[in-house]
């Protein structure tokens, strides 16, 4: 088999199209192509679906792709070993767009220093997305948020399509890895000059009625107004906002409550407001780094925030 091929064809799903991997491969897009049908037929099916949108996998392609990778890897690594220096690969990380900036950093950071890694390529996401990304090798690992209301009872995103799940299922994604890296409590920040802000324990009735400011870009909207409904508290919303900085800011003015993790309290509350929680509200955010190649699996089991 050759390994060429294998490269043409990994190029061609993660470009996400003919054009994008030959220049990638630096070959014209006829000699990338004919190279994919070489290794079709070799396999002995159509690993690709072509179209005006792109390429995407198709059932054998899927079934292909996780072994074509690590073939690939490990001739990279043979070649390397009688090298004086030791090839330097990239990781292709796709982040939710609610992963705090801090913590995305001290990754990034955290994996670079390793040694084994030259480069991050970052993609940003939805905090749903990761699933698909992961089993169509459009990303090598993926940086996400999720809800649980306890250790055992995680808060699963209702956006994923039906074809998306079908895909996943599909392709394995039974198979993925995943460590969670982060667990903190969610609360509410209330302007310091509020009645209730002394208090070290708010109740859901302290809530009811309060304007109120939404964390547009975060994953706990539904879930936190699912749990507000369930407590019979009922704030009324008064801004919808797609930045933590913003949501802190309306707070220390006096414009209402936001609900938020610990973290990005602590990163962005400044002296007008205060950070509390909810007897309750036991919502919990985790950060939650996923991948599928087992090339991966000592670097990122040993990594810790």
């Known amino acids: 088999m050759n390994?060429?091929?294998l490269r043409f064809f990994?190029?061609?799903?993660?470009?996400?199209?003919?054009?994008?991997?030959?220049?990638?491969?630096?070959?014209?897009?006829?000699?990338?192509?004919?190279?994919?049908?070489?290794?079709?037929?070799?396999?002995?099916g159509r690993l690709l679906e072509r179209s005006r949108r792109g390429v995407s996998l198709t059932p054998l392609g899927e079934q292909v792709l996780e072994p074509a990778r690590q073939i690939v890897h490990r001739v990279n690594a043979l070649r390397a070993a009688g090298s004086a220096e030791p090839a330097r690969q990239y990781l292709r990380l796709a982040a939710a767009r609610a992963v705090p900036g801090n913590f995305l950093s001290a990754f990034i950071g955290g994996v670079l220093a390793n040694g084994q890694i030259g480069e991050c390529r970052i993609l940003e996401m939805e905090p749903d997305e990761g699933g698909g990304l992961l089993a169509r090798g459009r990303a090598d690992a993926v940086l996400t948020t999720r809800l649980a209301l306890d250790a055992r009872a995680p808060v699963?995103?209702?956006?994923?399509?039906?074809?998306e799940k079908r895909a996943a299922k599909s392709a394995g994604q039974e198979k993925t890895r995943e460590r969670c890296l982060v667990r903190e409590p969610h609360g509410l920040a209330v302007p310091a000059s509020a009645?209730?802000?002394?208090?070290?324990m708010l109740t859901l009735a302290e809530v009811d009625?309060?304007?109120?400011?939404?964390?547009?870009?975060?994953?706990?909207?539904?879930?936190?107004?699912?749990?507000?409904?369930r407590g019979h508290a009922n704030p009324f919303v008064v801004a919808r906002v797609t930045s933590d900085e913003w949501a802190a800011g309306l707070v220390a003015a006096g414009a209402g409550v936001c609900l938020m993790p610990e973290s990005v309290a602590r990163a962005h509350l400044g002296r007008?407001?205060?950070?509390?929680?909810?007897?309750?509200v036991d919502l919990?955010?985790?950060?939650?780094?996923?991948w599928r190649d087992p090339i991966w699996d000592e670097l990122f089991a040993a990594f810790s925030f």
């Open 272 to 280: 007008g407001a205060v950070w509390r929680r909810v007897d309750g």
């Open 156 to 163: 699963q995103s209702s956006n994923k399509n039906a074809a």
């Open 10 to 44: 990994l190029a061609a799903v993660e470009e996400g199209g003919m054009t994008a991997a030959a220049r990638r491969c630096f070959v014209t897009q006829p000699t990338l192509s004919a190279g994919i049908a070489a290794l079709e037929q070799e396999i002995g």
């Open 284 to 290: 919990m955010r985790e950060i939650v780094l996923s």
């Open 3 to 5: 390994v060429t091929h």
């Open 195 to 200: 009645p209730f802000a002394k208090k070290k």
């Open 209 to 229: 009625g309060q304007p109120m400011i939404v964390r547009m870009h975060s994953e706990e909207t539904r879930a936190a107004t699912e749990l507000l409904r």
